[in-house]
């Protein structure tokens, strides 16, 4: 339940657009995931929090590890990342930290 609530989470702070899937298709589990976890590292950076959910970043590791690859990878969470750019830039940071902090309290934390 807690993976379809982040999973909806997350489509709420992106732009559907944002990630091209390599598929062509809809995003691939994995790719939202590492996706996301670009997004809530950006955060953890930006905002100063102290953590990242570990399981989180277990998963992530995996899915590059086992389904989209390094290189991919990097590219995915690259993305996610300029994706949580792009929301400070549009909202302002103060916004987008509160936002995040809010919204994904499983994730990050101070």
């Known amino acids: 339940m807690k993976k379809i609530l982040f999973l ?5 702070l992106t732009q559907v ?3 091209t ?3 062509g298709k809809a995003p691939s589990y994995c790719e939202q995931i590492v996706y996301a976890h670009g997004i809530l590292l950006k955060a ?4 100063g929090y102290r953590k990242n959910n570990n399981k989180l970043i277990s ?3 995996q899915c590059v590890k086992d389904q ?6 990097k590219q ?3 993305s996610g990342m300029k994706e949580f750019d792009r929301h400070v830039n549009k909202d302002g940071k103060e916004s987008s ?9 499983d994730y990050v934390w101070k």
């Open 59 to 61: 998963s992530s590791t």
């Open 68 to 73: 989209l690859g390094e290189e991919y990878g």
């Open 76 to 78: 995915v969470l690259n």
């Open 97 to 105: 930290c509160k936002y995040v902090l809010e919204k994904f309290p």
């Open 21 to 23: 899937p390599k598929s």
């Open 44 to 47: 953890q950076i930006e905002c």
């Open 17 to 19: 657009s944002a990630l």
């Open 8 to 12: 909806g989470l997350i489509s709420c």
